[in-house]
């Protein structure tokens, strides 16, 4: 038989003084679009950068090996291991970057970010 569970007593509550206002929805939901926006983008150029430099190095590296069937194997081998190289030394920077940007705003006062609708719609061109 299993025990029932005890009911929470106020006094483990967290502290009310430890409370902070934070962005609003809108300026979290256009932070974190934006978030997924630059992530996907550098996923997406890494792995594919990386695929293009990779099937040549592994096509060249496989056709040095064994030179008669070496080369698609090299190829195939190189295209995906320069897939996840790519992949991992453009996004993993990125993720960081902008990530760090996103916490930032989700812990910022409402008004205060470069989201809120004050600075989004009015935003200065760069000089």
């Known amino acids: 038989m299993v025990a029932a569970a005890d009911p929470p007593d106020p006094a483990d509550a ?3 003084g430890l409370v902070h206002p934070v962005a609003s929805q809108v300026e979290n939901q256009r932070a974190m679009g934006e978030f997924a926006t630059e992530f996907g983008i550098a996923v997406t150029t890494g792995g594919f950068i990386g695929s293009a430099i990779g099937l040549g190095v592994g096509a060249a590296v496989g056709c040095v090996i064994v030179p008669a069937v070496g080369c698609i194997p090299g190829a195939l081998s190189g295209a995906s291991l320069g897939a996840i190289i790519g992949t ?40």
């Open 14 to 16: 967290p502290d009310p």
């Open 88 to 127: 991992l030394v453009v996004g993993g920077p990125t993720l960081a970057i902008s990530g760090a940007d996103l916490i930032t705003t989700l812990n910022s006062p409402p008004g205060s970010t470069r989201w809120s609708d004050e600075n989004y719609y009015y935003q200065k061109p760069a000089s």
